[in-house]
């Protein structure tokens, strides 16, 4: 049997280009024992899967060149040699960037399809983007009930879960960050933030301090640069940062200045913490009992922005990494 | 009775300059009911007092122009209105630049003599810059047995002890940042650091590289800029830095810029903390009664520079922010 997947023809520098991709058949083995094989039905692409395009060592190995691409895929299981799977489960898995694998049924978690709820939920608002706002909000900035909340790349996957997660546990503000007026809109209107402001239209201070005129608490970082210097100065005493994503910074060649303010930390006892979702993968139980009734009872808005066809999938991150979604980017296969 | 005391004659920008400061005599008030009248043994002069001198505000309140400046001091009670002092008593508090003060006892700390031991080592290893050293260590870096613990401005009061503390706590290594090859000599000699490096001798991070070729766990901050950012570099996964002073920026005019390398923090998942000892009065206690003995049997050794009388007190407060002082600089009056 042969599948479709999106190779890694060369390594970026700066912006990625479409011709860094290239999509080949390749053949499928039979899955031998304790495997299984799955049509993948929606695939995922995140911010941080520029990092792994570098060959320097980040977090998680570099991709290889020639290489399938991998990421975070939601499919229906075809075959089983694996027991406890069974033709027609769900699985949510961590190879994407192609229309089928075959996978160890260990590297696999298998599901519920939640009536009302598409399965492309599972890559974002139920999944690792979820997890990602949901651990970063509550156990690295410690959210408490009162707090000022400023949320960056608030209309994406990890932004728009933060937000809203925020306001239902009873901040007192929420504002966020986004790279359009019709985010803007969005993150107002439908996401329910206090304020949110078009970075484009200013520098990110003014327009920080101007949504927050009191100051925040709380600063969920997805941006890193100019936006991370304007949450410092805002932060009031005992601030605390959960450092998430820098994607102002991912495509940088030259490293972009640090904020020149970070001395405030001291005078202002403030707490910048980067974390990393796999991390905490031990709470994906409990993130899924309080966040899964609140998307399925339409309490947690989430939005994607769906391309078609493996074709489209470096496109569909292209245009993410430029910001031109709203919600969770997803490919559909 | 009269007195004579240090006024801030005038803001300084950047470094500050002797003409700055002038003593001026003073007619002290007769104690009143719950007051002691203190004469002062020694004067403390610390960085954090550079950044009073600005207007804006900071943690602390600014110093006012033609007012006399304040800081840690100990004295003998000449005359006492408060129940529990008596003239003799030994007392610490925050009225020094001035040979003498009348003050309420409530801001007094009684402390006891110990033999062997001069009075000026509460205005240092067993006043605010010690307990600054261990809640720092402890409390914010979370120093634990087996981490390798950096140091910077690792011949002053507070490095001193700080890196003292964490050999005692089990440290597999430590290493310091210091300014002259006479202080490494003494960091690694005297004090018993494992290594030391002099950071006028090259960039802060290749000096560090070498001293801690497996990577460091702990910072234990005091000087900022080109230092934080080799820290960030050589700190290892789950790395915590204790954001305690930033003698590099006390007197630039400009903000010099951040470390560029901050993103790091991310796929390191870093702690940065800022804290302010003030805010830790509470482990004072905890704090004499585990390095008192330690300072008494010789187990933590603590330097000071003495400068002599009050006249010499701005002098000496520049010669610190020059890196001057090996161990506390203390004025005896």
């Known amino acids: 049997m042969k599948t479709r997947q999106v190779l890694l023809a060369a390594r970026p520098t700066g912006w990625p280009r479409p011709d860094d991709f290239a999509v080949a058949e390749a053949e499928l083995p ?97 999944g690792m983007p979820g997890l990602t ?41 929420v504002i966020g960050s986004v790279g359009s007026d019709e985010k803007v809109a969005h993150v107002t209107g439908e996401l329910g933030f206090d304020a949110a402001f078009n970075y484009r239209r200013g520098p990110v201070r003014d327009l920080l301090k101007e949504a927050a005129p009191d100051g925040i608490d709380v600063y969920f970082d997805n941006v890193g640069a100019d936006h991370l210097e304007a949450a410092i100065a805002a ?32 005078g202002k006892r403030l707490t910048l913490r980067g974390f990393i979702v796999s991390d905490h993968y031990d709470r994906f139980p409990a993130f899924l009992d309080e966040v899964g009734p609140l998307v399925r009872d339409g309490k947690i808005v989430h939005r994607e922005t769906v391309a078609e066809g493996l074709d489209q999938a470096p496109e569909a991150f292209l245009a993410m990494l430029r910001g031109e979604n709203i919600g969770k980017m997803i490919v559909r296969l």
Chains 1, 2 share one sequence.
């Not at 995140?46 to 977090?59: E, L, T, V």
């Not at 959210?143 to 990890?158: I, L, P, Q, T, Y």
């Not at 005992?238 to 904020?259: D, K, L, S, W």
Request: contains cysteine; charged residues 20%.
């Open 30 to 126: 039979e899955p031998a024992d304790g495997r299984i094989l799955v049509r993948n039905v929606f695939m995922s692409v995140d911010p941080y899967m520029r990092g792994r395009m570098n060959a320097g060592k980040s977090y998680v190995p570099p991709f290889q060149v020639g290489e399938p691409l991998t990421g975070g895929a939601i499919g229906e299981v075809l075959e089983s040699k694996a027991p406890g799977f069974a033709p027609g489960d769900l699985v949510l898995h961590d190879f994407g960037w192609r229309e089928h694998a075959v996978l160890d049924a260990a590297a696999a978690r298998k599901v519920p399809r939640i009536p009302g709820v598409s399965p492309s939920a599972y890559l974002g608002v139920l």
């Open 133 to 173: 706002a949901y651990v970063g909000l509550l156990d690295i900035a410690g959210m408490k009930e009162g707090d000022v909340v400023f949320v960056s790349a608030a209309a994406g996957a990890v932004g728009s879960l933060a937000g809203q997660l925020a306001r239902l546990k009873g901040a007192s503000r």
């Open 235 to 266: 932060l009031r005493p005992y601030g605390r940062v959960a450092m998430c994503g820098a994607i102002a910074v991912y495509n940088a060649t030259e490293p972009p200045p640090g904020p020149r303010n970070l001395v405030q930390a001291i």
